[in-house]
């Protein structure tokens, strides 16, 4: 079996609403969401499909370095090699995308890998999580996310998860500093028994987080994810030591090797594992096993990726058995996407698709309807 083709789909997909982090917008109902679709064939007429959700507010990758890296970079190296061989691929990548502080261009790389991973397991009539010998996630529990300046706004988001069947919230905090505190506060009186996990997308100093910290405790706020920026790793540990408040890495985490970085310095309790940041299912995979394996907690993440990085990343969660509820956040933001078989939300879980690989099949036509020509 050999790559016979690799095509790169950039799309600007609806969305039903704006969404921001403490950095600013990652997709707008006015603007639409960039989203980057890469589809493998190969010589015996295996096909997969991968994702890339790139943002300027979240990294340094865009939908144009995306699209720029897969077709000038990437492409031209993979096509004719065996898609088999995941760990040469994975090092003829990062020969022509090179490792800077991070993993070079790790979004860009997601989506070959996610597509690679979908090819295999189709051309074997097998389910994602099936190549390593577990068993396919059928559905997945969602957190519901929350991100807003308003405390009334923050509250009513918190009775709709409440009563419609979501298990756990994810609170975007950092927008307005001011108003930290009074969110937190509404949100846990108007559903105090649901997971309450609190992001702040590197938004404080260490001093401001530690203040903030003595209040989450107070409140009953569960995790308390990526306060200060992602290379301070020293300062998350110190915050650690002056809080009850087991502290999260995001950012701070796309590599093993940044995770073990973590570790040594006693940095976090939990580890957020996100399938297109940490350059798809191998990269993605390892973090989650090292952290298993050293005794932190996994929390699942996403990127705003529509239904086929929803999918690739429920399977794996599954795999790594991640029990709380996840941020997988397309179903609340996207209005629609181009596959045929959806995930399918309701009272807070999501049901997965059926089919071979991740079970996702765009349709083509529907596809070309959302293309955003660079």
Request: charged fraction near 25%; glycine fraction near 8%; include cysteine.
């Amino acid at each position: 079996m050999r790559i016979e083709s690799i095509d790169i789909f950039p799309l600007k997909l609806p969305m039903k609403t704006s969404f921001a982090i403490s950095g600013g917008s990652v997709g707008s109902k006015t603007e639409g969401a960039p989203h980057v679709y890469v589809r493998i064939a190969s010589d015996d007429g295996s096909v997969g499909w991968g994702e890339a959700r790139p943002s300027h507010r979240w990294s340094y990758e865009t939908i144009e370095t995306v699209v720029t890296t897969l077709e000038r970079y990437i492409k031209p190296v993979l096509l004719g090699l065996n898609p088999n061989d995941l760990q040469q691929i994975d090092r003829l990548m990062s020969r022509e995308i090179a490792n800077g502080y991070n993993a070079g261009q790790p979004i860009a790389k997601a989506a070959i890998d996610i597509a690679l991973h979908d090819l295999l397991a189709a051309s074997e009539g097998k389910r994602v999580a099936e190549l390593w010998h577990a068993s396919p996630a059928s559905s997945i529990d969602l957190s519901y996310l929350i991100s807003t300046r308003d405390p009334d706004e923050a509250k009513k988001k918190a009775a709709y998860a409440r009563d419609n069947g979501f298990k756990g919230l994810d609170v975007k905090i950092g927008l307005d500093p001011l108003q930290d505190g009074d969110i937190l506060r509404a949100v846990k009186e108007e559903a105090p028994d649901l997971f309450f996990r609190v992001d702040a997308n590197q938004a404080y100093s260490l001093p401001e987080a530690i203040r903030l910290a003595k209040q989450m405790e107070r409140i009953g706020v569960d995790v308390f994810e990526q306060p200060l920026k992602a290379n301070q790793l020293m300062g998350h540990a110190e915050l650690r030591r002056k809080t009850s408040v087991p502290i999260a890495l995001d950012e701070s985490i796309w590599t093993p090797s940044d995770l073990l970085q973590a570790i040594r310095l006693e940095a976090c309790d939990y580890a957020v594992i996100k399938l297109t940041k940490m350059g798809g299912f191998r990269g993605a995979k390892g973090c989650g096993e090292i952290a298993r394996e050293a005794g932190l907690g996994l929390l699942g993440g996403g990127l705003t990726e529509s239904s086929i990085g929803l999918a690739a990343s429920a399977h794996l969660f599954r795999y790594l058995q991640i029990k709380d509820p996840v941020d997988l956040n397309g179903p609340m933001f996207l209005e629609d996407d181009p596959i045929e078989d959806k995930p399918c939300l309701a009272n807070g879980t999501v049901r997965l698709p059926e089919g071979n690989g991740h079970g996702c099949v765009p349709d083509l036509d529907k596809l070309q309807l959302y293309l955003n020509p660079l």
